[in-house]
């Protein structure tokens, strides 16, 4: 079976042992999105697909087809292999295991290969820890009483609306298209910090960028990649930060948006080695295929390509 398949299948399983009680928190739902929506080889259409599994709680009749689906995925040791690899990176993509999970996952380890409805108490154990800890570090955040739900999903757009509250509201935009630039702007200033530094003339590029793709003036898209810049160090969650991203655009503004971190990249000339496979990761995480990648870096000048 093809490996997007088996991830899926495997997927649909975690995400119906998180349902076994009846209900997910908030924060619970939330941080398993984050952690599912970077798992591999999967595409947008795959993401809408699971994102119905979700939404509401799946039945015990649903979960027994879904143990069967995931029965048929793993027809070779090699699909066996690939559902133990994607497990152990999922867990530990938020810290390393503990020795109560690891005797958890080599239990799983071993249901694997008899798949039967039992694996939804050893999956809901499993992810327990992982969903925890990215409650924890998703809010790791000051008690703003106000906007303390924003920081914890996008430092960015908490501290962008700070400073319009402190310059009179100098953006007068919708919520929901602040949301997306601030957005934006963190993986804008991703790629332009990946050298640890970000010049001048990357600075005037994302500003330029964000004048573009937003349609803003030169002193607002300025103020936005001030904003973005000042935050890139500080331990921005990219996990949500590119989730939601994803969920705030289109995919024709996506595939556009590649266009975007190129011309950040270059803007001091010439796009790093770093920078080419920062923006190749970005380009994966946004469920966008290679050969798209390829085009936007196509449209970089030669001269301007590290390789």
Do not use: C
């Amino acid at each position: 079976m093809a490996q997007s398949e088996l991830i899926k299948a495997l997927a649909k399983v975690i995400i119906a042992a998180a349902w076994t009680d009846g209900s997910i928190t908030y924060e619970e739902l939330n941080s398993l999105k984050d952690l599912l929506f970077h798992l591999p080889g999967m595409t947008a259409r795959d993401w809408s697909e699971l994102e119905i599994y979700l939404d509401a709680p799946v039945q015990p009749e649903e979960r027994a087809r879904l143990v069967s689906e995931l029965q048929s995925a793993l027809s070779s040791r090699k699909d066996r292999e690939l559902a133990v690899r994607t497990l152990e990176d999922l867990i530990q993509a938020d810290g390393t295991i503990s020795e109560q999970e690891q005797a958890v996952f080599e239990e799983i380890k071993g249901a694997l290969d008899d798949v039967n409805i039992g694996i939804f108490g050893q999956v809901q154990r499993l992810m327990s820890g992982p969903v925890e800890r990215r409650i924890e570090t998703a809010s790791q955040a000051p008690n703003r009483e106000i906007l303390l739900d924003d920081f914890i999903r996008n430092r960015i757009y908490y501290k962008l609306s700070q400073r319009m509250n402190d310059a009179g509201n100098a953006l007068n935009l919708p919520d929901t298209t602040l949301r997306k630039l601030s957005l934006a702007g963190g993986l804008m200033a991703r790629i332009a910090y990946v050298d640890r530094e970000v010049t001048e003339g990357e600075f005037g590029s994302m500003a330029s960028a964000i004048q573009e793709y937003l349609h803003l003036d030169r002193e607002q898209a300025g103020f936005v990649a001030e904003v973005a810049v000042s935050e890139i160090s500080k331990d921005l969650d990219y996990y949500r930060l590119s989730r939601e991203f994803f969920e705030a655009t289109t995919e024709e503004e996506r595939i556009r948006f590649l266009d975007v971190l190129f011309a950040v990249a270059a803007a001091d000339g010439i796009v790093s080695h770093a920078e080419m496979e920062e923006i190749r990761t970005v380009t994966t995480v946004l469920k966008l295929g290679h050969q798209l990648f390829i085009d936007a870096k196509l449209k970089i000048p030669r001269a301007q390509r590290a390789y």
